[in-house]
């Protein structure tokens, strides 16, 4: 079992730019992937961001060139940074961890909520 806990979250205004951390209880070093994802009222969860155990990346399209995932082992920590925010980018922010592919993860933070305001 992990636990995963988010922070970073809050109020931005449009243009602006947050870093949003979840802080794992135990190492994942071997976790395969860890990801972001985000769910709007009414509607559906979707990924925002995924690295695997190897670094590689990929991001939703809604938010590719404006949004960075990274990770740090050592320290049991994976970050989102995203910058340019949107109106459209207000979301509950999930991490997730222990995803063998996008859309399926073995652990769940219970979220941080972003609002960007136009």
């Known amino acids: 079992q992990v636990q995963l806990v988010e922070s970073g979250g809050g109020l931005v205004q449009a243009g602006g730019s947050l870093r949003l951390s979840c802080a794992a209880s135990r190492s994942i070093f071997r976790f395969n992937a860890m990801g972001w994802y985000r769910q709007a009222p009414g509607k559906q969860r979707e990924l925002v961001a995924r690295?695997?155990?190897?670094?590689?990346?990929n991001y939703a399209d809604s938010v590719k060139g404006r949004s960075t995932i990274s990770r740090d082992n050592t320290k049991n920590m994976v970050f989102l940074e995203m910058n340019s925010l949107k109106p459209e980018d207000t979301a509950v922010y999930y991490c997730?961890?222990?995803?063998?592919?996008?859309?399926?993860?073995?652990?769940w933070g219970r979220g941080t909520q972003v609002t960007v305001s136009s």
């Open positions: 690295m695997d155990s190897g670094g590689s990346t």
């Open positions: 997730a961890a222990d995803c063998p592919t996008a859309t399926l993860c073995g652990y």
